[in-house]
Every structure is written in C-alpha cells, then in structure tokens.
C-alpha cells in the first residue's frame, strides 16, 4: 500500500487558500459536474449568453447589413486576435482570429515553405494530432518536401541531422495525449540556426500556460478558440504570423478578406501588408463574437499564478491516483514533472472508454483517446482541488465496485 498523504481536510484548506478560487464564479457550469475537459470543449462563460442575445437580436435583427460598420463586427477578427496576443506573449498586430486551426496550419503552413524554396526536409512529430499530420503530409506532398516525423524525444536530433536542408519544425507545443510540453524557445532557436522555421500549435497551449512567443523568437503559431479560450463548440481559432515575416508571407488561400483593399473588389490579389493578408473569406461572426466575449476571463488574470494553479491540480490527481488506486489496473501517460507537463493528466486502462463513460454517468466529465487512453483537462479557473479529491473518488468506486463493467459504458459513440 502506498502512503495516504492527502486528506480532505488537506484539499479543503488548498482551495481556500487558492487565490484563483473567484475565477469559478466567472462560468456557467451546471449543478453535479466536475469537468474536467476543459483542454476539449472550454465551459461557458456568464456573459457570453448574453452578449449572443444582443448580436442576434439586436445587432443581425435590428441591425441588419449596417452592423458590419455600426456595431463593429468588421475589425472582430483583429480585436478578438489583440486580445489572444495578451495571453500567448506576441504583438497586438500579430495575432488574427479566423477559420479553424486545421485550415490556418495549412495556410501558415505553406507560406513558410514558400519562404524555404531551396530546402527539403519537414520536421514533425510521431503521433502528434492527426490534423497536423495529415495537413503536414499533404503539403508536404503538394510542394514537393520530404516530412520527417519522429519519437518526441528524436526532434532535436533529426533537427541536427536535416542541417541545411532543414525547411520547417511543424510541432504541437503541449501534447494533446500526453501534455508533454516541448522546449519552445531552444528548438526554435535551434531551427533557426539552421535556417529553418518553426510552426507551433497551441491548441493546448493558449489560456493554459503563459506561452512566450516573441520571448522565444517564434515565426509562426496557431491554435484552438474553443479549448482553454472557452470560444464555444467550433469557435474560429488564432493564428500568429512575427512581424518580420509578413512582408515576405504568401498565403495560398488569398481571399477578399486578405487583400489589401477588400471593398475595392478589384480582380488583381494584392496582399494586406499586415496580419490581415491571413484572412480569407467572411469571418463566421457569432463565432467570433462568443469568442472575444468569453476572453473576457482572461482580461485581467496573471496566467503564471494560473499555470500554478493547473499544475498543482495536476500533481494533486497523479498523487492521488497512485494513493487511492494503487493495483487497479491504471498507468500514468502525462509526465510526472509538473513543470514538463501541461494542463491535464492522461492515465492509460486497458478498460479506458467504459470507464470514463461511467465516470461520465456519474457527473465527472473527462474524456478517452484511442486505444486506452482516459484524459482529464484541469482548467484553473473553473477546477478546485476539491474537484480532483472528488473525481478519483468516484474513479475508485466505478473500479472497486465493477460498475464500469455494464453494456451500456461499451458501445462507443461518434465522439470520445
Ligand atoms: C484540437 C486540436 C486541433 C483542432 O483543429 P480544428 O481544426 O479546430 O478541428 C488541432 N491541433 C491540435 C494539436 C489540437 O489539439
């Protein structure tokens, strides 16, 4: 038997001295759940409701055409992009909000190759999210590159080995299974010694960690508005082009949105000299407007106390993990260093998806990743420490009791 070392007496004195504790009151979340997949769906903002309301009734009803001018739905995407910058270490006017993560990854993507027309070799990352892997494979593809990936551990070593025929590192910072957390600015700056470009994803990265981009000397990003951004199921995701890269920037969806006099409709693609030239088409307004609302959280949160927060709530769940279910059948797949590990803990169980169905009956919503692994997302504004006694109380009666082991927990659904 292991050593209990957590009471819940113990929890309840962490979240009365946690100085994110307020933050809960910031989001609408319902009576008898724990949730815990923040890093997949962020919960509900109060406010966002609302300001929806508005938009629809008062601003598309009322409104109509006029409100791309009068209630400034025009400049959202720039807006909503200013205030993400804030949160992942870049420049106002480096940041846009648009299109989904997989479509900006594309569009980044293939305008850094353009700028690397005399390299070969794209460096990726074995079992990083499928989108960025099949995105990567199909450009790489279409233009004529050879991709790499390799083990996680390997990246630094196939960078070395690429040398100068090095084009681009395509990496996701926090990995979605794991949470492994790659060293940003050392590959970066190891890339570019070699003349290459670095393309980071920050789905899970953005409103969960104080990401440093222009720290890190970053040349391009993108990332996931609907995660730890809490934009809303689909919300538009972000993209960030460094300032020194837009002049030489060629995307390949030029649409009117991008040029640089949309309203002139003029047949000649003239690119936006700014972070504008990323855009492409109309942006999906509600969407945004939802977004730039629920960043509304964030406006005046230190995101390192923030980070502090959802990594202790991590080494709290990994150690009692290994207090309560000692001999259950569970292994830990997140590193243990909270320091090396992103937001959330993944457990692998050769039982995983009835197991996190149960827990699902039961109020605590965490979520499974093929083959066996069971995920839980800690997003320090909505998570208590009490929550995490909780969950793995209820993960040790599911386990101790049988009641993962019915039908119903193993048919499984389009979504895990
Ligand atoms: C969630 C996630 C995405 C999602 O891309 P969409 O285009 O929004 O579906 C992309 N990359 C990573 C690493 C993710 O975790």
């Known amino acids: 038997m292991t050593q209990h070392t ?13 100085p994110m504790a307020h933050l809960r009151d910031r989001f609408e979340l319902p ?32 409104g109509l055409i006029r409100s791309w001018n009068d209630a400034d739905w025009y400049p ?9 910058a ?22 980044v993507l293939v305008g850094a190759l353009r700028m690397r027309k005399d390299r070969k070799v794209i460096i990726s990352e074995q079992g990083n999210f499928p989108t960025d892997v099949y995105i990567n494979a199909e450009v790489a ?45 050392g590959i970066t700056e190891q890339a570019q010694t070699l003349g ?30 609907y995660k730890y951004l809490n934009g809303g199921p689909g919300a538009p995701a972000f993209l960030f082009v460094a300032s020194r ?40 307004q509600l969407g945004l407007i939802a977004l730039e609302s629920a960043l509304k959280v964030f406006a005046d949160v230190d995101m390192s106390a923030l980070r502090k927060k959802n990594q202790q709530l991590g080494d709290l769940f990994i150690a009692l993990v290994e207090q309560e279910l000692d001999g259950m059948g569970f292994e830990l797949a997140s590193p243990r260093d909270g320091a090396a590990r992103g937001s959330q803990v993944s457990l692998t169980h050769a039982e995983g998806y009835p197991i996190v169905q149960a827990l699902i009956a039961r109020g605590v919503i965490g979520d499974f990743r093929a083959p066996d692994i069971l995920r839980f997302g800690f997003a320090a504004p909505y998570v208590s420490y009490q929550d995490i006694w909780d969950s793995v109380s209820h993960l040790r009666e599911i386990m101790k009791t049988g009641e993962w082991d019915q039908a119903k927990f193993k048919t499984r659904q389009a979504v895990t």
């Open 6 to 18: 957590y009471t819940r007496n113990a929890i309840a004195q962490m979240d009365a001295n946690d």
């Open 31 to 62: 009576e008898g759940v724990i949730y815990l997949d923040g890093n997949s769906l962020g919960a509900l903002p109060k406010g966002v409701n609302e300001r929806l309301q508005k938009a629809v009734t008062e601003e598309w009803g009322k």
């Open 76 to 84: 959202a995407p720039q807006r909503t992009g200013a205030a993400i």
């Open 86 to 107: 804030r949160l992942i270490g870049a420049g106002e006017d480096e940041v846009v909000v648009c299109d989904s993560t997989s479509v900006n990854l594309y569009k």
């Open 141 to 185: 593809d279409m233009m004529g590159y050879e991709l790499r990936c390799v083990a996680p551990e390997d990246v630094e070593q196939a960078i070395a080995e690429a040398g100068e025929t090095l084009a681009a590192v395509q990496l996701t910072h926090v990995h979605y299974k794991s949470g492994r957390i790659y060293d940003m600015k």
């Open 196 to 225: 290459g470009l670095v393309i980071w994803d920050l789905a899970h990265s953005a409103g969960a960690l104080p990401v440093d981009l222009n720290g890190c000397n970053a040349d391009f990003a993108v990332g996931c508005g």
């Open 245 to 284: 890269h837009l002049a030489e920037m060629h995307q390949p969806l030029a649409g009117w949105h991008g040029h640089a006099k949309p309203f002139a409709f003029t047949q000649g693609y003239e690119p936006h000299a700014k972070i504008d030239q990323m855009l492409t088409g109309t942006a999906s």
